[in-house]
T-cell receptor, first 111, second 115 residues
Framework: GQSLEQPSEVTAVEGAIVQINCTYQ??????LSWYQQHDGGAPTFLSY????GLEETGRFSSFLSRSDSYGYLLLQELQMKDSASYFC????????????FGTGTRLTVIP | EAQVTQNPRYLITVTGKKLTVTCSQN?????MSWYRQDPGLGLRQIYY???????DKGDVPEGYKVSRKEKRNFPLILESPSPNQTSLYFC??????????????FGEGSRLTVL
C-alpha cells in the first residue's frame, strides 16, 4: 500500500517563500507529482519528479529525495492567487498506472 | 479546446435511484480515471481504464460501475446510490498511463448529493 503525509494547513505572507513537504511510504516508487486546487475548482498539474533533485517551473519548484522518501513544493514570490490546496501524489509499483493522492495542504496567503 | 467534460455538474438524488455521471475527453487520451474527493480524505481513486474495454478497480470501487466502450467516454454508474456516496467526483485523463509523466487532466467535477 501507500501512505502520504503532508501538513494540513500553511499560512504565508504575500511576497514570501513557502515550502510544502510531503513524505511517502510505498512498496516501490516511480515518481512524485504535485497538484494545485482552488476552492470549487479542479486539480491542476504543477510538476512531476521521477528522479532526485529540483525541478523548476517559474515561481514553483519541486524537489525529490528518493533515499529519504521525501519531497517538497517550493512557491516563491507568493501571490494572493496562490491561496489554494496543494496535493502530492505518488506513482508506485503496486499502482504503476495510477496516482495515489495525499490529503492536501491548504495554503493561505495573507497580505 | 482540449478538455475533460463531466455531466451533470450538480445533482441531488435519492437513495436507490440509479444514476450515471458522464465523462468525455477530446484529447484522444488512452487513460481515464474517476476519483472522489471528501473533506480531509483527499482524492481517492474509484476506477480507471487503460484503454477501450480495459477497466480496473481503484481504491474505493464499492457501489460503482464503469464502462469504456469508446476511447473518449468513461461514464461512472451508481446502480443504487446511498448517502455515503455523497461526494465531489472528478474524472481525469492522461495520454498514456500516468506512468510516464505523473500528469492527469481533470474535469471540473460533479457534486453529488444522495438523500
Amino acid at each position: 500500500g501507500q501512505s502520504l503525509e503532508q501538513p494540513s494547513e500553511v499560512t504565508a505572507v504575500e511576497g514570501a517563500i513557502v515550502q510544502i513537504n510531503c513524505t511517502y511510504q510505498t512498496s516501490g516508487f516511480y515518481g512524485l507529482s504535485w497538484y494545485q486546487q482552488h476552492d470549487g475548482g479542479a486539480p491542476t498539474f504543477l510538476s512531476y519528479n521521477g528522479l532526485d533533485g529540483l525541478e523548476e517551473t517559474g515561481r514553483f519548484s519541486s524537489f525529490l529525495s528518493r533515499s529519504d522518501s521525501y519531497g517538497y513544493l517550493l512557491l516563491q514570490e507568493l501571490q494572493m492567487k496562490d491561496s489554494a490546496s496543494y496535493f502530492c501524489a505518488v506513482r508506485d509499483q503496486t499502482g504503476a498506472n495510477n496516482l495515489f493522492f495525499g490529503t492536501g495542504t491548504r495554503l493561505t496567503v495573507i497580505p | 479546446e482540449a478538455q475533460v467534460t463531466q455531466n451533470p455538474r450538480y445533482l441531488i438524488t435519492v437513495t436507490g435511484k440509479k444514476l450515471t455521471v458522464t465523462c468525455s475527453q477530446n484529447m484522444n487520451h488512452e487513460y481515464m480515471s474517476w476519483y472522489r474527493q471528501d473533506p480531509g480524505l483527499g482524492l481517492r481513486q474509484i476506477y480507471y481504464s487503460m484503454n477501450v474495454e480495459v477497466t480496473d478497480k481503484g481504491d474505493v470501487p464499492e457501489g460503482y460501475k464503469v464502462s469504456r466502450k469508446e476511447k473518449r467516454n468513461f461514464p461512472l454508474i451508481l446502480e443504487s446510490p446511498s448517502p455515503n456516496q455523497t461526494s465531489l467526483y472528478f474524472c481525469a485523463s492522461s495520454p498514456h498511463s500516468v506512468a510516464l509523466t505523473g500528469e492527469l487532466f481533470f474535469g471540473e467535477g460533479s457534486r453529488l448529493t444522495v438523500l
